[in-house]
């Protein structure tokens, strides 16, 4: 079993939708939670992080962590063809070390 | 702007070749990272070093090594190409005094394919 799963799509949406993506784990000493955007042709970057439980909001986007079922969400509101990307969830826990552990990706597609 | 460059976008090699990829970033980070990203199995950690000529092994360094003689740059060598190598390359690099959640920063990736 992945300590991480993500379901990778591709999710099309219309222009205007909620998106909503998701990613379960395992490993219950996992604390910071991240999303992270890749753009096709482009490496990641980090859209937003959240440490341990509860929701954290961006504009457009909110971010939502559930300690207890070990499921993560992002939300995407008024979604755009710009948010178009490969959207990687990602996350490590709180001891040293550099290990960060990431989803596959989900693939989306907003359609104007 | 942090900027992390990789030396190739795409690159074509044969069975048995030997295969440098470089990077380089611009932002005095300590750590930096090789990943490889392969459909539905996500970014999976080779290798990474937290020093100059300090390296770890990540998840999957078999058929891999690594060399950082500088601070802003770190090589990935496939000593002899196989197959199965053919994938994306990415890699980052991050602060070391970089906030928990180590927000890493990645290079634009290569795409490497081993005929």
């Known amino acids: 079993q992945k300590e991480v799963e993500q379901d990778p799509g591709p999710l099309s949406v219309p222009e205007g939708a909620i998106v909503s993506l998701n990613c379960t784990y395992s490993n219950s000493a996992f604390q910071y939670f991240m999303w992270y955007r890749q753009y096709s042709r482009k490496g990641p970057e980090l859209l937003m992080y959240?440490?341990?439980?509860g929701n954290k909001e961006d504009g457009r986007f909110t971010a939502q962590v559930d300690k207890s079922s070990k499921y993560i969400s992002l939300f995407i509101r008024d979604s755009q063809p710009s948010d178009s990307a490969t959207y990687l969830c990602a996350m490590r826990g709180n001891t040293g070390g550099f290990k960060t552990i990431f989803g596959a990706g989900t693939r989306l597609f907003v359609k104007a | 702007d942090v900027k992390v460059t990789q030396s190739s976008r795409y690159l074509v090699k044969r069975t048995g070749e030997k295969v440098f990829l470089e990077c380089v970033q611009d932002?005095?980070?300590?750590?930096m990272f090789w990943y490889r990203q392969d459909p539905g199995l996500g970014l999976r950690l080779i290798y990474f070093?937290?020093?100059?000529?300090?390296?770890e092994k990540g998840d999957i360094p078999e058929g891999y090594s690594v060399s950082r003689e500088k601070k802003e740059r770190f090589s990935l060598i496939l000593e002899s190409a196989s197959t199965n190598q053919t994938s994306m390359y990415l890699c980052?690099?991050?602060?070391?005094?970089?906030?928990?959640?180590?927000?890493?920063?990645f290079g634009p990736g290569t795409r490497l394919t081993v005929l």
């Open positions: 959240t440490y341990s439980s």
């Open positions: 932002m005095d980070h300590e750590n």
């Open positions: 070093s937290y020093d100059v000529k300090m390296k």
């Open positions: 980052a690099s991050s602060p070391v005094n970089s906030p928990s959640y180590n927000e890493q920063f």
